[in-house]
């Protein structure tokens, strides 16, 4: 995936957020889904996190994307982990997926979109196994 693809993608969003709820769904089953490549859910990120800096553009519905996402991403998040401890993924791509996806929260938290405590959490998911976690 090339960032043309990414910038394509984020438009498509916007000009489609009427079905943001479908695109969140669509976007977060390929996040999750355990035989897509890592190099291509770290593309597909990206495109949710250019959705979401974009969500507070002046699009009818555009905003809706940051509302769907907030109760989806834990579970894309968890699935980073399951992703990082597969069989098969080596040490050098499990250490420069995590780089990444702490990159995109790190931004996230720049950016206010959520609040510091959800950040955290999206955090520890993506280094623990679910049944680890305290909430």
């Not at 977060?28 to 035989?35: A, F, H, I, K, Q």
């Not at 593309?43 to 994307?65: E, M, Q, W």
């Not at 780089?99 to 206010?112: E, I, L, S, T, Y």
Request: without cysteine; neutral net charge; aromatic residues 10%.
């Amino acid at each position: 995936m090339e960032r043309a693809d990414i910038r394509r993608g984020m438009a498509f969003a916007l000009e489609h957020s009427h079905a943001a709820q479908d695109v969140v769904e669509t976007l977060v089953e390929s996040l999750t889904l355990t035989e897509t490549p890592v190099p291509t859910k770290v593309a597909r990120l990206y495109l949710v996190s250019d959705i979401l800096h974009n969500s507070s553009a002046p699009v009818r519905n555009a905003s809706l994307y940051r509302t769907f996402f907030e109760t989806r991403l834990p579970e894309v998040f968890e699935s980073f982990y399951e992703t990082s401890r597969a069989e098969g993924i080596g040490r050098i791509t499990m250490e420069a997926l995590k780089k990444r996806v702490m990159a995109v929260v790190r931004a996230w938290g720049d950016w206010f979109l959520f609040p510091e405590a959800y950040l955290v959490g999206l955090q520890v998911r993506t280094n623990q196994p679910t049944n680890q976690l305290t909430n």
